[in-house]
């Protein structure tokens, strides 16, 4: 006589699997040919759904708000719990095809994919299809609420090694309070940049290659101690592949610094990233404009 299901769990003897072969009814069979519900309580079983859940943070999810010192400014706590940074440019379809330059867009996540900010270019199309990459820009960082959380400010200078008294600098504002800048220093060969704190004060040092063109391969940019001695970290333009890099100036970056940094520099770094952009990856028509150096 077969035992009716109750619902209940039924345990096997020591030893025995918990579902016996078919001929040996008396325990249910498993769901796929029964078509009973698993036991409840039994540990190991896959929801009703069909599937276990996810495990892990998902990419393209909003990173969760951690809490962050009391000093950090609101909005940076992200920057607090990470060593890395992805800055991911959003492809503009009117601007591959016409060439018509479009505001910049991008989406900067952690090392697992997981969305912290999404920043924003804010000029007006004269100033972006004459000035070209050569343009002044606010750019607007924001949070998944929407809220700005960093403001980068890049005025209208030269970057030529002609010109060593008005070279490029960027400020890098939070909550209305000015966190530091990025300056370029005057150099022949290479590109060279301060990361500044507040009070002008240098803290690290970025250096560049002599050849920034992004031939199948990354360039990279050190980030350097205040003295240039030891290098403590990297803004890296990542190779996006060769349709990409032909036909579009849609870069793809990687940020990397120590954990323990403060994130006041972390933000500035961040902000450092989207001044080599601008100065050595963006187009002018979709045409390369790099030249060896500094020239």
Not at 173 to 187: D, F, I, K, N, R
Request: aromatic share 10%.
């Amino acid at each position: 006589m077969s035992v009716p299901y109750t619902g209940q769990p039924v345990y096997p003897p020591p030893g025995q699997p918990y579902y016996p072969p078919p001929a040996q009814s008396g325990y249910p069979l498993p769901p796929t040919q029964s078509g009973y519900p698993p036991p409840p309580g039994i540990v190991g079983m896959p929801p009703s759904g069909g599937g276990y859940p996810p495990r892990g943070p998902q990419p393209n999810q909003w990173m969760p708000i951690p809490s962050g010192p009391p000093n950090c400014p609101p909005g940076l706590e992200y920057l607090t719990m990470i060593d890395q940074l992805l800055v991911h440019q959003k492809v503009e379809l009117l601007e591959a095809f016409t060439g018509f330059e479009t505001a910049n867009k991008y989406e900067v996540k952690n090392n697992m994919g997981q969305k912290l900010y999404f920043a924003a270019e804010d000029t007006d199309c004269c100033t972006r299809n004459c000035c070209g990459p050569m343009r002044p820009f606010d750019m607007k960082i924001l949070d998944n609420g929407g809220r700005e959380v960093i403001h980068l400010y890049r005025p209208l200078r030269c970057d030529s090694c002609c010109f060593p008294c008005c070279l490029q600098k960027l400020e890098v504002t939070a909550s209305g309070a000015t966190l530091g800048y990025v300056t370029q220093e005057w150099s022949i060969l290479v590109p060279k940049y301060k990361v500044e704190n507040a009070a002008g004060e240098c803290v690290l040092r970025i250096e560049g290659p002599i050849c920034t063109w992004s031939i199948c391969g990354d360039v990279e940019f050190k980030v350097l101690s205040s003295n240039g001695s030891s290098e403590v970290g990297r803004i890296t333009k990542q190779w996006t592949g060769l349709v990409k890099e032909a036909f579009t100036d849609t870069d793809n970056f990687g940020i990397t610094f120590p954990i323990d940094l403060d994130v006041n520099i972390k933000a500035i770094l961040l902000g450092a990233c989207f001044l080599i952009d601008f100065m050595f990856f963006e187009k002018s028509g979709n045409q390369e404009n790099d030249t060896p150096g500094m020239i």
